[in-house]
């Protein structure tokens, strides 16, 4: 059974930082490609920034140069560190597994984690 569990989440002023944690399990964590995706009241999902087994990483141009993912195959999780927070980023964030680089198909979802940027 596949799990991915998300934390990190939490209210955080404008230009603040946050990271989220996303734990899997019951995947080959080594050799899949995971993704965040975020969804705001009201817009269609976006998907924030992919990385591949090989540590690639691609990102939205919303996030780009403010976020960055990251993974440790030892504990089988990805990081996603999020910099310069603004409240258009405010929204809820997914962890998502699955397959492809620069056409990325989520399989699997976590439960998601609320990061609200306010002051």
């Known amino acids: 059974q596949v799990q991915l569990v998300e934390s990190g989440g939490d209210l955080v002023q404008p230009g603040g930082s946050l990271r989220l944690s996303c734990a899997a399990s019951g995947i080959i964590f080594s050799t899949s490609v995971m993704g965040w995706y975020r969804q705001a009241p009201g817009k269609q999902r976006e998907l924030v920034a992919t990385?591949?087994?090989?540590?690639?990483?691609i990102y939205a141009d919303s996030v780009k140069g403010r976020f960055t993912l990251s993974k440790d195959n030892t504990k089988n999780t990805v990081y996603l560190q999020m910099n310069s927070l603004k409240p258009e980023d405010t929204a809820v964030y997914y962890c998502?597994?699955?397959?492809?680089?620069?056409?990325?198909?989520?399989?699997?979802w976590g439960q998601g984690t609320q990061v609200t940027v306010s002051s």
């Open positions: 998502t597994a699955g397959s492809g680089s620069a056409y990325y198909t989520p399989r699997y």
């Open positions: 990385i591949t087994y090989g540590r690639s990483t």
